[in-house]
């Protein structure tokens, strides 16, 4: 079965515009899940979804945001964004929560 | 306050010796905890998941154990290969519903 697929796979915006990445899950995985990865902080949980709603969230700022579709596909916006937000945005899905995780291959966001 | 920490950040080995990765943690009450592989430029693959109430798990070559009075998690590659070169992460899911990685170790299987 195809797997996790995330677009745009790279993205270069200035600081102070807005991003919207998108993340298709493998079919029938209801949880969707978003994570920053940079070289100083490492790999950090954004936020997960589940069946449309938002069942966990990380400690980031609220200029990070996302939605899931009732297709389980979602989307993270992030707002006014800054220098510090570059980094490889990688998606996972599975079956029900965080166990298991089958990860997309990243957007890589580079904010200039 | 909460970390969680691996081991080295790089670790080399010959060929055909068991690999061992350590992830230590402190202030989680985890419910369970994860191994991942990632490769330069991919995301992170799901190798193996121990729950606070098991002691090992095996899958082909790969070993974790889970040791709850230690705060600490073992990883094994037994007959290591080349091509098992990779960064490898531990993660955790503790009651609190906190989900964190570790910063992962660098694995280098030399021939």
């Known amino acids: 079965k195809a797997g996790v697929t995330q677009t745009p796979r790279y993205l270069i915006k200035t600081r102070g515009q807005q991003v919207t990445l998108s993340c298709s899950p493998i079919?029938?995985?209801?949880?969707v899940s978003w994570y920053q990865q940079t070289p100083g902080q490492g790999l950090q949980f954004l936020f997960e979804y589940f069946s449309e709603t938002q069942r966990n969230k990380g400690n980031f700022p609220g200029r990070f945001s996302g939605r899931q579709f009732s297709n389980s596909r979602s989307e993270m916006n992030v707002s006014t964004l800054e220098l510090g937000d570059s980094a490889l945005y990688l998606c996972?899905?599975?079956?029900?929560?965080?166990?298991?995780?089958?990860f997309g291959p990243g957007t890589r966001l580079l904010v200039l | 306050s909460q970390k969680i920490e691996q081991n080295s950040e790089a670790l080399n080995i010959q060929e055909g010796k068991t690999a061992t990765l350590t992830c230590n943690y402190t202030n989680y009450s985890p419910a369970y905890l994860q191994w991942y592989r990632q490769d330069p430029g991919r995301g992170p693959v799901f190798l193996l998941l121990i729950r606070e109430n098991e002691k090992e798990k095996r899958k082909e070559r790969l070993k974790v154990t889970f040791d709850t009075t230690l705060k600490q998690s073992l990883f094994h590659i037994t007959a290591s290969q080349p091509a098992d070169s990779a960064t490898y992460l531990c993660a955790l899911e503790d009651y609190g519903q906190n989900f964190v990685f570790g910063p992962g170790t660098r694995l280098s299987v030399l021939p």
């Open positions: 996972a899905s599975s079956l029900i929560g965080r166990e298991d995780q089958y």
């Open positions: 079919s029938g995985h209801r949880s």
